[in-house]
């Protein structure tokens, strides 16, 4: 079998292949296809499955060079061993948002995340860091407001202090949170113009505020995310899932491997999926290691702090 791919920019070709071809000789060993570069185009001959893996990781390899503006062997080597590969059903589920970008799923968990969004109006995810929990939540509600499903999106996280105390950090209240919410406003600057994202905050299209400002609020024809919900308690969580008007999506986002609570405290979010799992309407999914898309690393650090604990809870 052979495949012809076009590259996204010839003026990059050099960071793509890796120095010497480093890049393209790693992918020709691990998966014993054949790579040639022709102008502005690779192609990649060998046995049907492994042109298409191969194909998959060079699609993974330029987007992350347009993302990110470098490419090493370590994130090669992170797209090789990747064990959802080939995710062949991923481009039917790519969700269009202000950039000129998709945002498309990198593996199997991460497909399932979105679909289980777009087929519930509440959705519960827990995974550890990294799989891309928040950054594909935020995805879903700026593809909503695009298309006019929704007015506004509404972007909460509880403020949960995690071995520092607010009062002792400088500036006043605002200065004091956006620490907290920092993450989301990264997901979005990746996902419209600055400009554009100003704007949509000035109108109160979008906000992004602490947890406790969402109280005695209805919240209707809405994107609503409350990240980080791992920090709430019961009573939040309840107070969270209550503001769901007409017309509205919410999705709710945690890592429970990482809980700020006070010792003894139970986290809402866990209590919330026990008690709400079988409502129609509401879906939970669970990510897992496998699906971690930052550096390498991070999926490394994950296994051995879980290794751990598990080690510590049988001694």
């Not at 042109?51 to 992350?64: C, F, L, P, R």
């Given at each position: 079998?052979?495949?012809t791919i076009?590259?996204?920019?010839?003026?990059?070709?050099?960071?793509?292949?890796?120095?010497?071809?480093?890049?393209?000789?790693?992918?020709?060993?691990?998966?014993?296809?054949?790579?040639t570069?022709?102008?502005?185009?690779?192609?990649?001959?060998?046995?049907?499955k492994y042109?298409?893996?191969?194909?998959?990781?060079?699609?993974?390899?330029?987007?992350?060079l347009?993302?990110?503006?470098?490419?090493?062997?370590?994130?090669?080597?992170?797209?090789?061993t990747?064990?959802?590969?080939?995710?062949?059903?991923?481009?039917?589920?790519?969700?269009?948002?202000?950039?000129?970008?998709?945002?498309?799923?990198?593996?199997?968990?991460?497909?399932?995340?979105?679909?289980?969004?777009?087929?519930?109006?509440l959705?519960?995810?827990?995974?550890?860091?990294?799989?891309?929990?928040?950054?594909?939540?935020?995805?879903?509600?700026?593809s909503?407001?695009?298309?006019?499903?929704?007015?506004?999106?509404?972007l909460?996280?509880?403020?949960?202090?995690?071995?520092?105390?607010?009062?002792?950090?400088?500036?006043?209240?605002?200065?004091?949170?956006?620490?907290?919410?920092?993450?989301?406003?990264?997901?979005?600057?990746?996902?419209?113009?600055?400009?554009?994202m100003?704007?949509?905050?000035?109108?109160?299209?979008?906000e992004?505020?602490?947890?406790?400002?969402?109280?005695?609020?209805?919240?209707?024809?809405?994107?609503i995310?409350?990240?980080?919900?791992?920090?709430?308690?019961?009573?939040?969580?309840?107070?969270?899932?209550?503001?769901?008007?007409?017309?509205s999506?919410?999705?709710?986002?945690?890592?429970?491997?990482?809980?700020?609570?006070?010792?003894?405290?139970r986290?809402?979010?866990?209590?919330?999926?026990?008690?709400?799992?079988?409502i129609?309407?509401i879906?939970s999914?669970?990510l897992?290691?496998?699906?971690?898309?930052?550096?390498?690393?991070?999926?490394?650090?994950?296994r051995?702090?879980?290794?751990?604990?598990?080690?510590?809870?049988?001694?």
């Open positions: 079998m052979e495949v076009q590259l996204d920019s010839v003026y990059k070709q050099l960071e793509l292949f890796g120095s010497a071809d480093s890049h393209l000789r790693l992918l020709r060993q691990s998966l014993g296809v054949q790579i570069a022709r102008d502005a185009n690779l192609i990649i001959a060998g046995k049907e042109v298409n893996t191969a194909a998959e990781i060079i699609d993974k390899m330029q987007k992350h347009i993302k990110h503006g470098s490419l090493t062997a370590n994130d090669v080597n992170f797209f090789l990747q064990n959802d590969l080939p995710l062949t059903t991923g481009a039917s589920q790519a969700i269009t948002v202000y950039s000129r970008k998709l945002v498309s799923p990198s593996t199997k968990g991460q497909l399932k995340y979105i679909e289980t969004m777009l087929a519930n109006d959705t519960f995810c827990i995974g550890p860091a990294g799989t891309g929990k928040t950054y594909l939540a935020v995805a879903i509600a700026v909503m407001l695009r298309k006019k499903q929704i007015r506004r999106i509404v909460a996280r509880p403020a949960v202090e995690a071995g520092e105390k607010l009062g002792f950090l400088p500036g006043d209240i605002q200065a004091k949170v956006n620490p907290y919410l920092r993450p989301l406003f990264d997901a979005l600057e990746d996902m419209m113009d600055f400009t554009l100003k704007k949509f905050m000035e109108l109160d299209i979008i992004i505020i602490p947890l406790a400002f969402m109280r005695g609020r209805t919240l209707n024809e809405a994107a995310i409350c990240d980080e919900a791992q920090n709430t308690s019961a009573l939040q969580m309840l107070m969270v899932l209550t503001r769901l008007g007409h017309g999506k919410m999705i709710i986002t945690g890592d429970i491997t990482q809980i700020d609570l006070p010792t003894g405290q986290s809402g979010m866990v209590e919330a999926i026990e008690t709400l799992r079988r129609k309407g879906g999914t669970e897992t290691q496998r699906d971690i898309v930052r550096h390498r690393l991070v999926q490394n650090i994950v051995a702090y879980k290794k751990r604990k598990t080690k510590s809870e049988k001694t």
